[in-house]
């Protein structure tokens, strides 16, 4: 079936090595990939952990990546769980949803023009939330998503251009060595 070919496909893709932004290679095995056909399969595994209209979820402590065929690229989604699973294997310190899933996209390679044209457009309507708020705005309606998942990934990138070297992977250290989320920031 389409989807048993689908599954194979990215289960090869999560199986090769990979150098993740800031991280360098993170090794990700074992894991635990599940391909679901549509947004009633999704649900029966999130259990309500993340929004219906969400094509993929990453639960780090189980080493589980769940994808969800209908739902976008599967490819693109896998690129971006497994961003997470990186982050979260490297990192033993809690780091905020806002910082989780932006640098997911950026590290996946999914910040460019329309999320560019989605910032301006928030910014432009004035709905350009902290970060605290920015965490609920990821959760909330799928038309509330697009905005938000560009502004945490703007707000990952903008994160690394002040830093002198122009890149996360100080604030990345930081977190690998247990330090919190606030202090290596401030660092």
């Known amino acids: 079936s389409e ?9 090869d ?19 635990t ?19 219906r209209w969400g094509a993929g979820l990453t639960v780090p402590s189980r080493r ?6 209908d739902a976008g690229t599967p490819i693109k ?17 809690r780091v905020p949803l806002w910082f989780s899933e932006g640098y997911a996209a950026v ?15 928030a910014v432009a309507l004035g709905r350009v939330p902290g970060l605290r708020e920015l965490d609920g705005a990821l959760r909330g309606t799928a038309s509330d998503a ?3 998942y560009a502004l945490a ?3 990952v990138l903008e994160v690394g251009r002040r830093h002198p070297s122009g890149s996360l992977e100080p604030l990345l250290t930081r977190l690998r060595a247990g330090e919190g989320f606030d202090a290596a920031l401030v660092a």
């Open 146 to 148: 697009g905005a938000a």
């Open 13 to 31: 893709l999560a199986a090769e090595p990979h150098q993740w932004l800031g991280l360098g290679e993170v090794d990700l095995t074992p894991l």
């Open 107 to 121: 590290a996946a390679g999914e910040h460019g023009r329309l999320d560019g044209l989605q910032l301006n457009l």
């Open 77 to 93: 989604t896998l690129r971006h769980e497994l961003a997470h699973l990186a982050l979260h294997t490297a990192v033993p310190v």
């Open 153 to 155: 990934a703007d707000a």
């Open 3 to 11: 989807l048993s070919r689908a599954g194979s496909v990215l289960a």
């Open 64 to 69: 589980l990546v769940v994808i969800r065929f």
């Open 33 to 51: 990939l599940v391909l679901v056909a549509d947004a009633e399969g999704f649900s029966r595994w999130s259990q309500g952990r993340v929004p």
